[in-house]
């Protein structure tokens, strides 16, 4: 069961629609996101840079990455960009 359907099965109609309107009032005033004018890319070549995307992930992202494949068979190809 979603959760919008569980909203519009237990939240009375009148507060929905409050909460609807807020949503799209707060929506409505968001300013759209901008271009970067161009892509900073000296800060790749940072010694301290490399070094944290050698390591990202490593006790979190790669982890979850392991119990999500833990069933699968066959090979992984990871085109990530890396330091090496």
């Known amino acids: 069961m979603s959760a919008s359907r569980i909203a ?3 939240i009375p109609p009148a507060l929905l629609r409050a909460l609807q309107s807020a949503r799209r009032h707060l929506r409505a005033k968001r300013p759209p996101p901008r ?3 161009s892509q900073e ?3 790749y070549w ?3 840079m490399a070094e944290a995307l050698e390591t990202w992930g490593e006790t979190t992202t790669w982890v979850e990455i392991q ?3 833990s069933l699968c068979r066959g090979s992984v190809l990871d085109i990530a960009c890396g330091t090496g």
Request: net charge negative.
């Open 8 to 10: 519009t099965d237990w």
């Open 46 to 48: 940072d010694p301290a």
């Open 35 to 37: 271009a970067p004018a």
């Open 41 to 43: 890319l000296d800060l």
């Open 67 to 69: 119990y999500f494949l």
